[in-house]
Nanobody
Framework: QVQLVESGGGSVQAGGSLRLSCVAS??????????MGWFRQAPGKAREGVAT???????RFAHSVKGRFTISKDNAKTTLYLEMNSLRPEDTAMYYC?????????????????WGQGTQVTVSS
């Protein structure tokens, strides 16, 4: 079993920045090689992929956040990060950390096995 705990959400004005963290735990989870990602869900909308990472260098971003968000991992701390810059009101959502076994890293929430509880990000104009 894998446990994921997010933190770092909050309220910022447009143009501001936030860094989300997700600490992963679980003896059987191959943190270094398995796929992890960030997803978000705004009220009344479906959950959507924001960014994924597998190993240390294979990343993928949603078109809407490319160039503004960065995903990274600290393997020693088994922590996943999402650095969010130039935030916009449309980035407002609950942000979820997710993980799955294996290095196949699709950009769809249904493929992920483990989820955190979410952390709220609110961007005001």
């Amino acid at each position: 079993q894998v446990q994921l705990v997010e933190s770092g959400g909050g309220s910022v004005q447009a143009g501001g920045s936030l860094r989300l963290s997700c600490v992963a735990s679980g003896n059987t989870f191959r943190y270094r090689s398995n796929c992890m990602g960030w997803f978000r869900q705004a009220p009344g909308k479906a959950r959507e992929g924001v960014a994924t990472i597998v190993r240390d260098d294979s990343t993928r971003f949603a078109h809407s956040v490319k160039g503004r968000f960065t995903i990274s991992k600290d393997n020693a701390k088994t922590t996943l990060y999402l650095e969010m810059n130039s935030l916009r009101p449309e980035d407002t959502a609950m942000y979820y950390c997710a993980a799955k076994s294996g290095s196949w890293c699709p950009f769809h929430p249904d493929a992920f096995d483990y989820w955190g509880q979410g952390t709220q990000v609110t961007v005001s104009s």
